[in-house]
């Protein structure tokens, strides 16, 4: 099949084949060597199924892939991966500060919403936000034309103890953990001081406005932090 530009016909493109290129995306940007595996694993589908897709994805030209290795996104593919992203961020967003969903609720509806939004809805959605940088959970929102911002941030199990910190960014999805962090009052720009690290990799206990609270250790590798100067 020849390869093509989906920004040119972007009919050819399914959700499915959406998914599975802002995962690889996902997965790029995490350090994730991104194999079949990986990818099977993050989507929850059979090997066999994310082989296949795979394959479809290189046959269009969205992704570069050899058997038994790692694969990536052409720039075709990562085009799309970052528009896709845009929209998801845009929905959260918009859910969350517009609509008063709350933080743990928004993911889902926006991997509903994100195929559908035409480049008419996305441009009202980023023009009624004033055009952000990031949602609610501090990701980066991709611009329109595909530039995205590196968020600066340390994991918080590795910050210096009895030093304010600036929480950035959680890489939590799943809305239990996000409900329950949201209860900790662990938000995008809250100030929060790690007062203590078990050992072996135990609990931390930190002061989040005052209050202190025990989060386990993995958890804290998914809030990063940034130091408050001064």
Known sequence: MAKIDPLIDENILTPAHEDYLKSIYLLQTQ??????????TQLRVSP????????KLAELGLVEYAPYHAMTLTPSGERVALEVL?????????????LNL??????????????V??????DAIADALDNPTTDPH???????????????????????????????RVLVQDSERLNYLGSLGLYPNVTVVLLKRAP???PVLIDVEGEHHALAYDIAQQILVAPISG
């Not at 845009?86 to 517009?98: A, I, N, S, V």
């Not at 709350?102 to 195929?115: F, P, R, S």
């Not at 939004?117 to 996305?122: A, K, Q, R, T, Y």
Request: aromatic fraction near 4%; hydrophobic fraction near 40%.
């Open 86 to 98: 845009r929209h998801h961020r845009l929905l959260e967003l918009y859910l969350h500060d517009k």
């Open 31 to 40: 350090g994730k060597k991104v194999t079949n595996s990986a990818l099977a």
């Open 138 to 168: 501090g990701d980066p929102i991709p611009s329109k034309d595909g530039h995205i911002e590196k968020i600066e941030g340390a994991p918080l199990s590795q910050a210096a103890l009895d030093h304010p910190y600036c929480l950035v």
């Open 102 to 115: 709350t933080w743990d609720q928004v993911h889902a509806e926006a991997e509903l919403l994100e195929h």
């Open 48 to 55: 066999a199924s994310a082989t296949n897709m795979v394959k």
């Open 117 to 122: 939004m035409s480049d008419v809805l996305e």
């Open 200 to 202: 072996f990799d135990g």
